[in-house]
């Protein structure tokens, strides 16, 4: 049966003109939930929904969970209370991506999915966010307990389909379904910067969630470069859609002002692109003289010693830089646009301009990976350390975790690592272990790397205790 039919109206909910029919304008309460996570993570603020939540139409009651934060118990007793006639069930994250520090968050989720049912059995449940829109099909042949699931960026497609419960199949991007059969109703558009919601901080305290390296704070989705691992594309577009750098400035300033809010982090995949736009952000920051920490991402692309200083002054402490790999060719190989000259550009910034640390993450094994350019690697690594000492803000090695739509998926079917039937969102920890690249012409690196790994372990494990 088509389970819609939870959506009777509940007593209290009313039409906003009165009637108590379903309909576009009916009152409806609805639970924003981010996926927990299952085990202790450092807090991030679930920007997601928190921005989700502004772009709902007033006349329904919002309210934001967040077990990852307050924990399951009170998740549970707060949706008890509230009984929504929506839950909005943001997954966000689906595995660690991290090989030395691998953890299967799915696993967990389809759980949380199940107790979500038992809590709250007439609410409509729909999932979506970044980790869904990875596997939309797949979540929802797992989980019988979603009711709708809605594709990349909801901005614009959730409140559509709050008004069209009864009918989804015509709002764009939505997962449904019909008797035993899901169905998709279509490839929906991105929603432009004018229909982005606006970030409700006062739904979820921000405060609580600055220590790990700041409060998210969106300019901007989508990236035009071309990584071959990467995600966002298919996440967010190629395109860049840019917010309005006042609306960003004001984000900022409410943070501050309103919540006390001294640490930002610039969620964009890419900040420092358009630079002309970032250079104009930064300086507009300054004249605001708003007095706040940040951090980012940033391409390697037209950085220079002059816009580190910028991002220096106005509060940046670290750079964070992905080339992946270390020369030419390899970096070539996984699609950027980073050379070899521009890490030692970089290099060379960091040693002449005081008062800034660099980060590099690396891949160990990647596509194109020869035991000279992982020998120069490591070499780089060392004279870092030597050369930068304080300023070297961490090196990073992994292997990237191959994603579908990516072209690092096809490149590992050509490699042999996958078949093109392979499931890249399995059934247990252990095959998730298989969806990590490591080139196969240089496997013996993989040993070296188990070393790596011990390493590491024992220094986060020393660093707990000493906590
Ligand atoms: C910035 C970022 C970080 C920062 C966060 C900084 C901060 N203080 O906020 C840092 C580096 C800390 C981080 C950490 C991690 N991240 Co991260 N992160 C991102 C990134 C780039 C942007 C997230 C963001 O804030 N977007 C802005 C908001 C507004 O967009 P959004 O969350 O996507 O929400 C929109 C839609 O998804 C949708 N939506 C969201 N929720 C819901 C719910 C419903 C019901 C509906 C209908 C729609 C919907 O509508 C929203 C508005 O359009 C994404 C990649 C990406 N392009 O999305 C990865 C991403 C989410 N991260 C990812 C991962 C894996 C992680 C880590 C697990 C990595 C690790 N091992 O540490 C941790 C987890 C941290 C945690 N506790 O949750 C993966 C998740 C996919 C997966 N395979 O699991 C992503 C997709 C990147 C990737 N590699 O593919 N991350
Ligand atoms: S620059 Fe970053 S966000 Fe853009 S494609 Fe590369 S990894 Fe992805």
Redo the contacts with the bound molecule.
């Keep these: 049966m088509f389970k819609i039919i939870r959506l009777a109206p509940k007593k209290g909910n009313r039409h906003a003109d009165g009637n108590d029919q379903i309909g576009p304008r009916m009152t409806m309460k609805i639970a924003f939930i981010q996926a927990p996570l299952g085990r202790p993570e450092p807090l991030i603020y679930p920007l997601g929904i928190v921005t989700l939540a502004g772009a709902v139409p007033d006349h329904h009651s919002v309210r934001i969970l967040d077990p990852n934060r307050s924990g399951i118990p009170e998740t549970e007793k707060q949706i008890k209370q509230y009984c929504p006639d929506v839950i909005c069930l943001s997954i966000r994250n689906l595995d660690s991506q991290i090989k030395r520090d691998l953890f299967y968050y799915y696993l967990y989720l389809k759980d949380f999915i199940n107790q979500l049912r038992i809590w709250s059995p007439d609410s409509v449940l729909v999932a979506g966010g970044s980790g869904f829109s990875l596997f939309p099909e797949k979540i929802m042949k797992d989980n019988p307990g979603l009711d709708f699931g809605v594709f990349l960026e909801a901005d614009a497609i959730l409140p559509q389909l709050l008004n069209n419960l009864a009918s989804p199949e015509s709002v764009k991007g939505v997962y449904y379904r019909s008797g035993r059969d899901t169905l998709y109703s279509g490839i929906p558009a991105l929603p432009k910067p004018e229909e982005f919601g606006r970030p409700r901080y006062d739904l979820l305290d921000p405060g609580p969630y600055q220590a790990n390296g700041g409060v998210g704070v969106q300019t901007k989705r989508g990236?035009p470069?071309?990584?071959v691992y990467?995600t966002?594309?298919h996440l967010n577009g190629t395109d860049l859609r840019l917010l309005p750098v006042e609306n960003v400035l004001n984000e900022i300033r409410i943070l501050k002002n309103d919540y006390g809010i001294n640490n930002i982090t610039f969620v964009d995949?890419?900040f420092n692109i358009p630079k002309s736009r970032t250079e104009l952000l930064l300086r507009s920051l300054a004249a605001k003289k708003t007095d706040i920490q940040w951090r980012a991402?940033f391409?390697e692309q037209g950085f220079d010693k002059e816009f580190a200083e910028l991002c220096r002054d106005t509060g940046c402490p670290e750079f964070s830089f992905?080339p992946d790999g270390f020369d030419t060719e390899t970096c070539s190989r996984l699609g950027k646009t980073t050379r070899r000259q521009d890490i030692e550009r970089i290099f060379n910034i960091a040693r002449e301009t005081p008062g800034i640390r660099v980060a590099f993450n690396f891949f160990w094994n990647p596509p194109g990976q020869t035991f000279r350019n992982w020998l120069q690697m490591m070499m780089f690594t060392v004279r870092c350390k030597l050369v930068l000492r304080k300023k070297a803000g961490g090196i990073i090695f992994g292997n990237p975790r191959i994603e579908p739509h990516t072209p690092l998926m096809d490149i590992a079917v050509q490699d042999g690592i996958l078949s093109s039937e392979s499931n890249l969102l399995p059934d247990t920890q252990d095959d998730l272990k298989n969806t990590f690249y490591s080139n196969p012409s240089t496997r013996y690196l993989d040993l070296i790397y188990t070393v790596y790994e011990a390493m590491w372990k024992i220094r986060t494990r020393l660093f707990r205790n000493r906590k």
Excluded: F, H, I, R
């Design positions: 990236c470069l071309t990584c990467c966002y594309p995949g890419v991402w391409t992905s």
